[in-house]
């Protein structure tokens, strides 16, 4: 895992993510895709930097879980905070919802891995709430948090602070209302434009790769509590552009986490970023968390009526989910480690030439005529193509086009007793 900022980014797009492209190019809606006006040099305070967005159906699930939490925080920094016993659920709701995303598994695996520890979902989901939704006191302000700061935002006096999560741009960018909920009849002055464009901050060839932007933006920003909405100035502000929340927040898990010393820089479809990382005083929750363009070292995506950089497709929606590894047989593995799926489903699933896939990409293809509805399959792998790694790992289960169906992750913890079989 040499580059895990460029494997989570690439598990999310495989899932919930969705395709990055320059306003000049044609995207696919199966896919999904958002646009980043390709000419950001204007000062019209009216420019769209995110100029067309599409959301597949099958992909919506945790935007909305998300969205539901936009109105759940104070927006000044130095104002309490009050959890409602709903809003504590929504919390949940959401990191129950993404906590199994791909995305999500190869940040836990890569952490399990170089803490040498195992990192249970109990102990995953305990993590992820600590440093992103934990309320921490610090410089006088009495309750901040992580997810409010990088992906709401919030206000320090005239100035907008955070804000690093572009769908939440997007929205405030002339679909504010639809994160207002039960507010647009009480609270009248709320309106569906929110931003003002003042121009951009681009560096280098950045305008070439639409996966992130840097802009200046004034934000009139809704507070709740007083129902009133507060013009804040970001002078410089940055995000990743077509990452879905599950895989914005993996990444800066992994980069926050602060047991394993995780990579600052980071290269993700040919462009290299700092991962600008801070935390709270006490080092237990994330403070904020953004990338800064460096440069780019490979070729930019075609900037014509191409489809940008080449990129795994999405995956299909699938019943069949990986639930069991043999991982460390007793005495030689070759020949006897195993892979046990499952039909979820109701009805009979046809596998023609599907792959079981290892950290290394080494894969093992097979096939089933029928798996009944309920129904498992053991696979048990030859050691010429997928090997489960006794140091921990991934495995992979894709279709016949080599889109990804199901992934988990497992430790060097899962793998020390010989013989035994692991559950995911």
């Not at 989901?125 to 309750?143: C, I, Q, S, V």
């Not at 599907?354 to 089933?368: A, E, H, P």
Request: aromatic content about 10%; charged content about 25%; some cysteine.
């Amino acid at each position: 895992m040499d580059n895990i900022y460029q494997l989570i980014w690439d598990a999310d797009q495989n899932e919930n993510g969705i395709q990055p492209l320059l306003s000049n190019q044609e995207g696919c809606t199966d896919r999904g895709y958002i646009k980043v006006n390709a000419d950001l040099s204007q000062s019209d305070q009216d420019l769209k930097v995110l100029t067309e967005l599409h959301i597949p159906e099958s992909k919506k699930e945790t935007y909305q879980l998300g969205l539901k939490l936009f109105d759940n925080f104070a927006l000044r920094e130095k104002d309490e905070e009050v959890d409602t016993a709903e809003e504590r659920t929504e919390v949940h709701d959401f990191v129950e919802a993404i906590i199994d995303t791909a995305p999500m598994q190869l940040a836990r695996e890569y952490i399990a891995r170089h803490t040498g520890s195992s990192l249970s979902r109990q102990r995953w989901y305990n993590t992820l709430m600590e440093m992103w939704f934990r309320k921490y006191a610090m410089g006088g302000d009495p309750h901040l948090s992580g997810f409010e700061h990088v992906i709401i935002g919030e206000q320090d006096g005239s100035k907008a602070k955070g804000y690093h999560f572009w769908y939440k741009y997007y929205l405030d960018d002339g679909f504010a209302r639809e994160q207002d909920g039960l507010y647009t009849d009480s609270f009248p002055e709320l309106r569906d434009d929110r931003i003002h464009y003042h121009g951009s901050k681009l560096k280098g060839e950045q305008h070439l790769y639409p996966e992130s932007v840097t802009i200046s933006y004034r934000w009139f920003a809704p507070d709740y509590e007083r129902e009133s909405l507060r013009p804040l100035f970001k002078k410089i502000g940055g995000f990743f552009v077509g990452c879905s929340l599950e895989g914005l927040l993996a990444m800066g898990t992994v980069r926050g986490h602060l047991g394993i010393n995780a990579p600052r820089k980071a290269m993700i479809n040919g462009a290299e970023y700092d991962l600008k990382l801070y935390h709270s005083d006490n080092r237990s929750h994330i403070r904020t968390f953004y990338p800064v363009f460096l440069r780019g070292v490979a070729s930019p995506p075609d900037t014509g009526e191409g489809t940008g950089p080449d990129v795994t497709p999405p995956s299909t929606s699938s019943n069949v989910k990986i639930i069991a590894a043999q991982i460390n047989p007793i005495g030689n593995d070759v020949g006897l480690e195993s892979v046990t799926i499952i039909n979820t489903g109701s009805e009979p699933e046809r596998i023609n030439n599907w792959q079981i896939v290892d950290k290394n990409n080494k894969l093992t293809s097979f096939s089933i005529e029928n798996l009944g509805a309920g129904e498992t399959y053991r696979l048990v792998l030859d050691g010429r193509g997928a090997q489960l790694s006794n140091k921990g790992g991934m495995i992979q289960l894709k279709n016949e086009s080599g889109q990804m169906l199901h992934l988990v992750s497992y430790s060097r913890n899962n793998a020390k007793a010989e013989g035994r079989t692991t559950l995911f």
